[in-house]
């Protein structure tokens, strides 16, 4: 039986582009700033953190995180979203995706605001407290992928069902900016106010007492834009999807709809009943396996790929700015100037090379489609990545450090015009209805187990400044997305499709896959995909 039967997703897939669609995608947006904030601030604070609670006199050298705490405190976020992606993404098959929406945002705000405490003055008790909440902050992001990607796939019609998702995803970037600006502006302010002279001038000094609270502020201000957005993400209804396919109440969906979107909706409960009885199998069974297996291996595999490289690039940075020359060497400047002049290189980083690339996807993913722009993007990542680890002695002489920053701009750029954000796209339009945030919180998870070898593997190449180890991990970072370049053809392109003809809950277009017979209800290019993509 075609979806199209079915009035509330037949008038969900043909509602034209609305208001309400605009405020989905600021109100989940939202949550996804947040993230973004609240996972990335850390590489601005974490140097500060070392020189003020780490200073050893006999080293010679300011304070400095030693290795297992700096990749803990970086990383153990990471933990946290990885485990809740798998929680809130189980739970909002199992409950609906309303449920547990706004959980994911206080447990952001609550834990931000803790992060910038500490119970205690040592080094451990401080660091203790920051890793034990942040890693609950990461609990909540985590909560935000899967429910975010489903919610705005089920609002969203076919045409720009993509475009939507992304742009989603886009306010990622909005939050990193934000993230290197407000850290920027944080330490400007208290080191007009309380700049001290550089640490081969003044060794105790020159880790202002002040810093302490400049570091607490920038994490404490990522509460904010949950807080703000709370109300509206509690005011959203249940999606027509989940409430018709999975609770069963036609007549509830096509009320919910009726009430937000401008359309007019026919409960078709027969229908919606039959359509159920369908397609009830369940994520670990064989018919599962059979019908969407394949996409499930290419958007975890794809996602651990590309997290991998994405993530050793973000958290890294810090360590090879001044390697660069594209900030002040630590000795040479105080620790309020240190972290300014790297929030105020990852804020131009990613203002020139990662933001863009976020919106070049929402511009054009309806109409160069997914599939090559992930091929595209992992491709162009692994040359740039490649050159700066082949020509890293070249690149790093004064003369040539715009060349290397253009270098790594670019594949931010593409990271983000390219596997970043189609990676998130593809899993919340794959798999059916009853599994869809469960099998976009596994794809996540994978992706978040990529970042944490980022954070507790590649950040051992790059943290003392090592010219040798830093080329060997571009090398490795570019071999890495040469393979998630081949891992993408196990997914398929989804563009102008509705999600039940793509999951094959319509009864078509997944058995013809299967099969290789034409669907009854096919879309316009099914012999084009079945060609190129089996």
């Known amino acids: 039986m075609a979806s199209n039967s079915i009035s509330v997703l037949n008038a969900l897939d ?12 600021v109100i989940a947006g939202m949550g996804f700033f947040t993230d973004a904030y609240d996972l990335f601030c850390i590489s601005t604070v974490s140097k500060l953190l070392g020189r003020l609670y780490y200073y050893k006199p006999w080293t010679g050298g300011p304070g400095k995180l030693p290795h297992n705490i700096n990749n803990l405190v970086i990383g153990v976020a990471l933990v946290g979203t990885l485990t809740g992606q798998l929680v809130f993404g189980y739970l909002g098959d199992k409950l609906g995706r309303k449920k547990v929406y706004g959980l994911t945002l206080i447990l952001m705000a ?4 803790c992060s910038g405490l500490s119970f205690g003055y040592s080094p451990k008790a401080v660091m203790g407290t920051l890793c034990f909440f942040r890693f609950w902050l990461g609990f909540g992001i985590g909560g935000d992928y899967p429910l975010s990607a489903t919610i705005m796939s089920e609002y969203a019609n076919k045409k720009t069902r993509g475009a939507f998702i992304a742009a989603v995803f886009a ?4 939050g990193i900016i934000f993230a290197g600006l407000v850290s920027m502006i944080v330490s400007k302010i208290f080191l007009d106010n309380y700049g001290a002279q550089p640490f081969k001038e003044e060794h105790v000094l020159s880790s202002e007492p002040a810093a302490d609270y400049a570091w607490r502020i920038v994490l404490m201000l990522g509460a904010l834009p949950a807080l703000l957005t709370y109300y509206w993400r509690m005011k959203m ?3 027509g999807r989940y409430t018709a396919l999975i609770e069963g109440n036609a007549k509830q969906a096509a009320a919910d709809m ?3 979107l401008d359309i007019e909706i026919h409960a078709d409960q027969e229908k ?11 994520l670990l069974s064989h018919e599962f396996v059979v019908r969407h297996g394949r996409h499930l291996i290419g958007t975890t595999t794809t996602w651990f790929l590309l997290d991998i490289a994405f993530y050793s690039q973000n958290l890294t940075q810090k360590d090879i700015f001044p390697t660069m020359g594209l900030t002040n060497k630590a000795e040479n400047v105080s620790a309020l100037r240190e972290m300014f002049e790297t929030s105020r290189a990852m804020f131009v980083i990613a203002l020139l090379g990662t933001f863009p690339g976020y919106w070049f996807t929402v511009a054009f993913i309806e109409k160069i489609g997914r599939f090559y722009i992930q091929l595209v993007g992992f491709f162009m990542m692994s040359v740039f990545m490649l050159i700066m680890g082949v020509q890293y002695d070249y690149l790093k002489n004064e003369n040539h450090k715009w060349t290397f920053a253009a270098l790594y701009g670019l594949t931010f750029f593409f990271a983000n015009f390219g596997p970043n954000s189609t990676t998130f796209v593809l899993p919340a339009e794959l798999f059916p209805t009853r599994v869809r945030s469960t099998c976009h919180a596994i794809s996540a998870a994978s992706g978040k187990a990529g970042a944490m070898i980022g954070a507790f593997g590649i950040q051992n190449y790059t943290q003392d400044g090592d010219v040798k180890k830093i080329k060997k991990a571009m090398i490795m970072l570019a071999v890495t997305n040469l393979i998630g370049f081949f891992c993408t053809f ?5 563009k102008g499709r509705s999600l039940e003809e793509i999951s094959g809950e319509d009864g078509g277009y997944a058995e013809a896959q299967m099969t290789g017979k034409r669907p009854e209800s096919r879309p316009d290019n099914w012999e084009e995909d079945s060609r190129k993509y089996g």
């Open 237 to 239: 209804p249940e999606t």
């Open 171 to 174: 306010m990622q970037g909005v």
């Open 490 to 494: 196990l997914v398929t392109e989804t």
């Open 14 to 25: 043909n509602a034209k582009t609305q208001m309400y669609h605009v405020t989905a995608i």
């Open 272 to 282: 919606v009943t039959q359509f159920n009885s369908s397609n009830e199998y369940k």
């Open 258 to 260: 009726g009430r937000v």
């Open 110 to 113: 609550f834990c931000a605001i």
